[in-house]
């Protein structure tokens, strides 16, 4: 046999054992006892990457492209994905309009500015106002009798399970003019009828901001404090009793307890709350479109009643998608500013 045959037939020994070791390497990885539960997790994992690159991801990529197009569902396009054509590309002109300021601005830009000072102050009243109630109120039930604290934490959470069009429709019945339990309870204590519409009325303020804003606010507080009471129960439960007893036993008061211990020890805990109720509320849609619609004279027009009008209403989907690039960006700054601020370099 020559040498050249002999190189020839050492390679393809060669090869055939590769193949074979790799091939074996692929049965293992599958077969036995880790290979069962690496199937697991392929199995429980796969699914839900493929729901968020579909309902997810795929939808924020079309909005981001959207936003740099004068696009109508109503009108034809390109012939990729309807982008081109009447649907032209306009790039950045949709976010240069939201820095006119001018008194010809047009009106959907009025309407965006609006919403946007309407959405900023009710998730900058709504954030202090949940955190205020509900870490006071933690702490409260956690001093109670040890059997009756699940009771509170249920019923205080049961809002957090109901849907937010019940809770809409309900507290719109609260605050009906005609009918509503409070004007009902008014009338009783100041002995005649008393009509206010609480809703409706542009011209009833409190501090320059619309009663109607605070009524939403009070039926979205109402719903959401059993989340962030669960939160700050879970991290009561973590302090430390050492630290407790060390702070009594210095002579500290209840109260000096709850502020010089419980709430930097809570700072972590604080953060997170307050960050996924800014997210939270910058997303509220349901309360603003079932109580108000975004009235009286759009006091509670939302930046998510302006994106659904934008875009289902009025038909300007590429103004709509710019718009809520920009909620994106200022959650998403927002967030981090909350994190830089409360971040606590310590664990307990």
Same mark, same amino acid.
């Given at each position: 046999m020559s040498a050249s045959s002999k190189i020839k037939t050492s390679d393809s020994k060669a090869s055939s054992e590769t193949v074979a070791k790799a091939s074996s390497r692929r049965s293992s990885f599958l077969t036995g006892r880790k290979g069962a539960e690496r199937r697991f997790v392929f199995g429980m994992v796969t699914p839900m990457v493929l729901y968020m690159a579909v309902f997810s991801v795929l939808p924020i990529i079309w909005a981001v492209a959207?936003?740099?197009?004068?696009y109508s569902a109503r009108r034809t396009g390109g012939p990729i994905l309807g982008l081109g054509g009447e649907n032209p590309f306009v790039g950045i002109e949709n976010f240069?309009?939201?820095t006119d300021f001018s008194a010809e601005k047009p009106l959907e830009v009025r309407q965006f500015h609006l919403?946007?000072?309407?959405?900023? &102050?009710?998730?900058? =009243?709504?954030?202090? +106002?949940n955190l205020a109630i509900t870490l006071p109120l933690a702490s409260l039930i956690e001093s109670v009798h040890q059997r009756m604290r699940p009771l509170f934490r249920n019923l205080f959470f049961l809002p957090v399970l109901t849907s937010a069009v019940g809770v809409a429709i309900m507290w719109g019945f609260i605050l009906s003019p005609q009918r509503g339990l409070l004007n009902a309870l008014i009338s009783k204590v100041v002995g005649e009828t008393t009509i206010i519409a609480w809703t409706s009325d542009p011209s009833l303020t409190v501090l320059g901001i619309p009663v109607s804003l605070f009524a939403v606010i009070?039926?979205? &507080?109402?719903?959401? =404090?059993?989340?962030? +009471?669960?939160?700050?129960i879970a991290a009561l439960q973590?302090?430390?009793?050492?630290?407790?007893?060390a702070a009594l036993i210095d002579g500290a008061k209840p109260w000096q307890l709850f502020r010089h211990v419980t709430i930097p020890l809570l700072k972590p805990t604080i953060m997170l709350a307050s960050v996924l109720t800014m997210i939270s509320a910058f997303q509220v849609f349901d309360l603003f479109q079932v109580m108000t619609n975004?009235?009286?004279?759009?006091?509670?027009?939302?930046?998510?009643i302006d994106i659904y009008e934008s875009a289902f209403r009025f038909q300007r989907m590429g103004w709509a998608a710019a718009?809520?690039?920009?909620?994106? +960006?200022?959650v998403l700054v927002l967030s981090l500013v909350q994190s830089k601020l409360l971040r606590s370099d310590w664990e307990y």
């Open positions: 959207l936003a740099f197009f004068d240069q309009k939201m919403s946007l000072r309407t959405t900023l &102050l009710f998730a900058f =009243l709504v954030v202090p +106002l009070v039926a979205y &507080l109402w719903q959401d =404090l059993g989340y962030n +009471l669960i939160i700050f973590g302090v430390p009793q050492s630290v407790k007893e975004g009235g009286p004279n759009d006091q509670t027009r939302a930046l998510s718009v809520s690039v920009v909620l994106f +960006l200022i």
